[in-house]
Each structure stands twice: as C-alpha cells, then as structure tokens.
C-alpha cells in the first residue's frame, strides 16, 4: 500500500533528529522508490530539509538559505584569495546546501572564472582573448598533478619520460602522459585535452 503523499512527508520528517544525516536508501516506508522521490523533493522545496549529498539528507537550517548567487560569490571570493589553481568541490561544502553549491560552480564556469577538469574537480580560469572561451591559468599538465595530489595519489615519472632522460628514445615527451601508482578512475583535462594515467 502506498502512503499519502502529506502522510509520506510527515513519516520522512519524523526520521529526522537533530543535525543528523539522512540516506534515502536508509528510509523503509510504505511507499516506492519514486513517491519517496516526490516526498524528499517537496520538503526540500518546502526548506524542511536540505539536500547535502548524493541521496543524502538533514533537517534545514532555521536561517534563510543562501541564494546561488550569494554562493557563487562567496566562492568567487574564496578561489581569489586562494594559492591552488584547483578545487574539489567539498572545498565549498560550507558555503551552502549541496544544490546550492552545484548552481553557483555551474554558474561560476559559464562566466569563465573556473574550469571543470574532472568529476567534482575545478580549475581557475579566465576568458582568452584570443578566443573567446574560458581557460586555466595554468597547463594541463601542473593542473593534472595538483588535482591528483589533491585526491591523495602519488604521481610519478612516466615511461616516455624515463625512456627520453635514459636515452632510450629520441622522443620528445608530450607531458601529457603521467604515472599515478594507484588507480584513477577520473579523466582530468577540459575541452577535449586530457592527460594520460598510465599506472606506476
């Protein structure tokens, strides 16, 4: 049998103590997968609670939420004052609801401040003059290092460079090409230019 919608919210907001967390596949009711759905979207609508996460869930804030634009300067401000060319995007968890956050680094990139490399991995940018489109500051291949360093693996030589610095080859290393001694599942690189993760 298939809960009420307004019985379905008051059943999900019962769940809810406190700041704690909730996952949606935690949440046994009488009710499917996609009535579920309706229920959470409608509370987040409603602001009774705040999506912060991939399935993820907790009561809202008493305080008004920030809007995406609100957000997106306030990560505009936090990537200006900041050293590293790239960010993950937990780097501005606190800055908002997850949703919120998503809004703002969507809008963040169609202005050209940053760049998406990768899943979840950001890049400062600016808008080339010479055509038009955003670009990181720096090469792909520092970007690449520092995001990978960022997600904690170790980056080594790669077998180009090796055989290139032994003498072994006489061609010249792209720098694309990087070894990583675990495995890495995301592509990092933007339009259309990635670099190559061969294991160590």
Known sequence: MVAPM????EQ???????GDTIARADLTL????DSVGRALG???RARKITRVGRGRYK???SSVPLSSGTIAEAISRKISRSKRNVFLRSDFDKLGSYDGVGRALKQLTRTGKLVQIG???????EVSPFNGKPAP???IRRLAIEALGRLGKAVDVSSFDKAY???RSTQVPTGRTLAVKDRVRRRIGYDGNYVVLERA
């Open 137 to 139: 500051l720096v090469g």
């Open 59 to 61: 009561l809202a804030s």
């Open 165 to 167: 610095n032994s003498g």
């Open 30 to 33: 009488p009710a499917n997968y």
């Open 119 to 125: 899943y979840g991995l950001y890049a400062k940018a």
């Open 6 to 9: 307004s019985s379905l919210t």
């Open 12 to 18: 999900i907001l019962e769940r809810f103590t406190g």
């Open 42 to 44: 409608d509370l987040v």
